[in-house]
Nanobody
């Protein structure tokens, strides 16, 4: 059974940083793509970043490019999203998702992902 748990959310001032982690059980991380998505109140879920763990391919949405590096730790079976220079528009619930056997790359498309965590709240004050 796949189990995904996000952690690291919180309240931070504009310009600050947070480090989100996604911990997995029941999957082979090296045969997976992991995606990060976020949802602001009253808005649809949107893409943030993804990583194909086996091949190291990474994608970012333009809004976070250069600010939110994604990385994986195979030994810990986690994927981390380091969020720097946070802005109020980054506020939302952040979700981690898993795609099994994604091929060579990854796509930040919610429908590609089979398993989702419960989300962690990120609030950036202006």
């Amino acid at each position: 059974q796949v189990h995904i748990v996000e952690s690291g959310g919180g309240l931070v001032d504009s310009g600050g940083s947070l480090r989100l982690s996604c911990a997995f059980s029941g999957i082979r991380l090296d045969y997976s793509a992991i995606g990060w998505f976020r949802q602001a109140p009253g808005k649809e879920r949107e893409a943030v970043s993804c990583i194909n763990v086996r091949y190291g391919m990474i994608r970012y949405t333009d809004a976070v490019k250069g600010r939110f590096p994604i990385s994986r730790d195979n030994a810990e079976n986690t994927v981390t999203l380091q969020m720097n220079n946070l802005k109020p528009e980054d506020t939302g619930v952040y979700y981690c998702a898993h795609q099994n056997l994604p091929g060579f790359s990854c796509a930040i498309v919610p429908g590609n992902y089979n398993n989702w965590g419960q989300g962690t709240q990120v609030t950036v004050s202006s």
